[in-house]
């Protein structure tokens, strides 16, 4: 492999990792809100933490919509909220 192959290869890989990595985290992200989901239903909150929660998962399935890696710390936040670990 000569020079310009190898660079050409690692600028192929490295393209991969930064632009795949949205994708790849909204595919982790939408397991993590089912989840959120099915703990929403059975959580027994304050009605403030309720619409907060509600607020958090709509924000995030539309981030998830999107491919967007913001999604992780919605879902975290959502989740901190719920007590889930």
Known sequence: MNKHSLIA?????AAALVFGSPA???VDC?????AVDAAAKKAKLS???SAKVKDLQ???QAEI???KKDCEATVAEAKKILKMK
Do not use: L
Request: proline residues 0%; aromatic residues 0%; glycine residues 0%.
């Open 65 to 67: 919509k999107a491919k």
């Open 30 to 34: 939408a397991k993590e809100m089912k």
């Open 58 to 60: 709509k924000k995030a």
């Open 24 to 26: 790849i985290a909204a």
């Open 9 to 13: 290869a690692t600028v192929a890989v």
């Open 47 to 49: 009605k403030e933490d």
